[in-house]
T-cell receptor, first 111, second 117 residues
Framework: KQEVTQIPAALSVPEGENLVLNCSFTDSAIYNLQWFRQDPGKGLTSLLLIQSSQREQTSGRLNASLDKSSGRSTLYIAASQPGDSATYLCAVKGSARQLTFGSGTQLTVLP | DTAVSQTPKYLVTQMGNDKSIKCEQNLGHDTMYWYKQDSKKFLKIMFSYNNKELIINETVPNRFSPKSPDKAHLNLHINSLELGDSAVYFC????????????????FGSGTRLTVV
C-alpha cells in the first residue's frame, strides 16, 4: 500500500529565503506526482504535476523534481513571500488510479 | 468557468439526520472522487467512480452511499449522521489515460465543511 511522507511538518522562514519541501513515497510504480497548496479553510489548488517519465516541472518561482526510483520529490520555492504561506501537499497517483496524499508541510513566511 | 463545483459549502446538521452533498465537473473528466479531510488535515480517498462505475470503495461505513447519475456528477449521501462524520469533504475529478504514463492531474472542488452536532 502506497504511503506518502512529507518533511518537515511545519516550516517558518523569513521573507526572501529559498526553501525546499520534501516528499517521499514507498511504491515507485506511480503514474504521476502532484503538488497542491491549501490555504486555511479553502480547497486545494494544483501547483505542479510531474508525470512519471519526467524529472522536473517549473512554474514561476516553483520548481518540483521527481526521482521515481528513490521515491522522492522536492518542491523548491524561490524568493519566498508572505503570500506563499499555506499548507503544501504532495500526492502520488498509483496503479489503482488512486491519489494518495502526504500529511502536508505547513509553511509560514514571515514579513 | 471550467471547474469542479460542490454544494453546499457548509452543512450543519444534527446527529441521526440524512444529508447529501452534490458535485459536478465540467472538465470532461472520466473519473470522479470523494475525499475526506479529517481534523488533522489528512486527506483520504473514500470513493472513486469511472464513467458512472464504482472502482474504489475504501473502508467507509455503508451509511455513506455515492451516486453517479452521469460521468459529470458524483453525489454523496450520508445516512444517520454521527459526530465522527464531521470533516471537510472534497470532490475531485481526473482523466486517466490507459497505456500512457501519467494522464492529467486532479482538480478539486472547494470542499464541504460538514458539522454534526
Amino acid at each position: 500500500k502506497q504511503e506518502v511522507t512529507q518533511i518537515p511538518a511545519a516550516l517558518s522562514v523569513p521573507e526572501g529565503e529559498n526553501l525546499v519541501l520534501n516528499c517521499s513515497f514507498t511504491d515507485s510504480a506511480i503514474y504521476n506526482l502532484q503538488w497542491f497548496r491549501q490555504d486555511p479553510g479553502k480547497g486545494l489548488t494544483s501547483l505542479l504535476l510531474i508525470q512519471s517519465s519526467q524529472r522536473e516541472q517549473t512554474s514561476g518561482r516553483l520548481n518540483a523534481s521527481l526521482d521515481k526510483s528513490s521515491g522522492r520529490s522536492t518542491l523548491y520555492i524561490a524568493a519566498s513571500q508572505p503570500g506563499d504561506s499555506a499548507t503544501y501537499l504532495c500526492a502520488v497517483k498509483g496503479s489503482a488510479r488512486q491519489l494518495t496524499f502526504g500529511s502536508g508541510t505547513q509553511l509560514t513566511v514571515l514579513p | 468557468d471550467t471547474a469542479v463545483s460542490q454544494t453546499p459549502k457548509y452543512l450543519v446538521t444534527q446527529m441521526g439526520n440524512d444529508k447529501s452533498i452534490k458535485c459536478e465537473q465540467n472538465l470532461g473528466h472520466d473519473t470522479m472522487y470523494w475525499y475526506k479531510q479529517d481534523s488533522k488535515k489528512f486527506l483520504k480517498i473514500m470513493f472513486s467512480y469511472n464513467n458512472k462505475e464504482l472502482i474504489i470503495n475504501e473502508t467507509v461505513p455503508n451509511r455513506f452511499s455515492p451516486k453517479s447519475p452521469d460521468k459529470a456528477h458524483l453525489n454523496l449521501h450520508i445516512n444517520s449522521l454521527e459526530l465522527g462524520d464531521s470533516a471537510v469533504y472534497f470532490c475531485a475529478s481526473s482523466q486517466h489515460i490507459e497505456g500512457q504514463s501519467g494522464g492529467y492531474g486532479y482538480t478539486f472542488g472547494s470542499g464541504t465543511r460538514l458539522t454534526v452536532v
